[in-house]
């Protein structure tokens, strides 16, 4: 099975940890979003779209790639975030979900960790959630890609 993971990540390149694991974990291809000029995801059983969570909301720049995609229907895609917060309630994947669904994509998961913040007034205060994602959060991810990739396999 072929695996693809796309993600966006700055700041403490939080996002990029938990994509490196996940790739890692089941021998997917990796790139960042800005190495990704063109992307053909046709030789593709697999495909992870990942970020950090900026205003509510995936990166701009990840959403804008789901939307230019060709051959997207039907494929396996997952989803996964890093945030400050992790509250259900405000459903952070909400633009993405509603993207991948218009564009006719299979959904089979998402996954959220929490991530070192330094934003806003939190970055005076000293951040929160600092040594996030560590090892058990890393250790989630993995877990999580490896049950997907069984659950369609």
Same mark, same amino acid.
């Given at each position: 099975?072929?695996?693809?993971?796309?993600?966006?990540?700055?700041?403490?390149?939080?996002?990029?940890?938990?994509?490196?694991?996940?790739?890692? $974990? %089941?021998?997917?291809?990796? =790139?960042?979003?800005?190495?990704? *000029?063109?992307?053909?995801?046709?030789?593709?059983? #697999?495909? /992870?779209?990942?970020?950090?969570?900026?205003?509510?909301?995936?990166?701009?720049?990840?959403?804008?790639?789901?939307?230019?995609?060709?051959?997207?229907?039907?494929?396996?895609?997952?989803?996964?975030?890093?945030?400050?917060? $992790? %509250?259900?309630?405000?459903? =952070?994947?909400?633009?993405?979900? *509603?993207?991948?669904?218009?564009?006719?994509?299979? #959904?089979? /998961?998402?996954?959220?960790?929490?991530?070192?913040?330094?934003?806003?007034?939190?970055?005076?205060?000293?951040?929160?959630?600092?040594?996030?994602?560590?090892?058990?959060?890393?250790?989630?991810?993995?877990?999580?890609?490896?049950? %997907?990739?069984?659950?369609?396999?």
């Amino acid at each position: 099975m072929k695996s693809l993971i796309v993600y966006k990540s700055f700041h403490h390149n939080n996002t990029k940890k938990v994509a490196e694991t996940m790739a890692e $974990s %089941i021998g997917a291809d990796i =790139f960042a979003v800005d190495e990704i *000029k063109k992307i053909d995801v046709s030789e593709y059983d #697999l495909i /992870g779209f990942g970020s950090g969570i900026y205003l509510s909301n995936f990166h701009l720049s990840i959403l804008n790639l789901v939307k230019r995609i060709k051959n997207i229907e039907n494929k396996n895609v997952f989803i996964f975030s890093t945030s400050g917060l $992790s %509250i259900k309630f405000l459903d =952070f994947d909400r633009g993405i979900k *509603k993207e991948l669904q218009k564009r006719g994509a299979n #959904l089979v /998961g998402s996954f959220n960790s929490k991530g070192f913040n330094t934003n806003s007034i939190v970055g005076l205060l000293g951040g929160m959630n600092k040594g996030r994602p560590n090892d058990l959060d890393l250790n989630s991810a993995k877990k999580f890609v490896e049950d %997907i990739r069984l659950k369609i396999s």
